[in-house]
């Protein structure tokens, strides 16, 4: 297996007109290299200098992807954690709206309908928010 293939397969940014953005990105679930990236990306987007928090959405919690050593520097992370993956987009639809996060990460075994990326999209926009879509594919 070539380096290549154990780093993010698909980066997609979509613009909003203005305060909000969606950007959409694949990992494989199984590549040793894709835990040490969320956990990077995670710990950089709860640094961000904007007072709001980093809001994790997802059917299992971050802290046990993250290495022991880093938890102190993600301080500003809220989590929202549930066992019915069906309702994720619409959790992060809600936590985008209310602006109470600087950005809202979203992990998904599954890619997103347009419905649900033009609602993304619009609760961004509304909660000057940015949205980060992490597929985890197999």
Not at 1 to 25: A, D, F, R
Not at 39 to 64: F, H, K, T, Y
Request: aromatic fraction near 2%; charged fraction near 20%.
């Amino acid at each position: 297996m070539s380096c290549l293939e154990q780093i993010p397969l698909h980066y997609k940014s979509v613009p909003v007109l203005s305060g909000g953005q969606v950007t959409e990105i694949t990992m494989r679930s199984d590549a040793h290299l894709s835990r040490p990236m969320l956990a990077a990306m995670m710990i950089e987007l709860s640094g961000n200098s904007d007072q709001r928090w980093l809001c994790w959405v997802a059917d299992r919690p971050l802290r046990p992807l993250l290495n022991a050593n880093i938890h102190q520097h993600c301080q500003k992370i809220l989590q929202v954690v549930s066992n019915s993956t069906r309702d994720l987009s619409e959790i992060a639809i809600r936590a985008l709206e209310r602006g109470k996060s600087h950005t809202v990460a979203i992990l998904l075994e599954r890619p997103l309908r347009d419905d649900e990326r033009e609602a993304l999209e619009a609760a961004a926009l509304e909660g000057s928010a940015e949205c980060l879509v992490i597929f985890m594919q197999s």
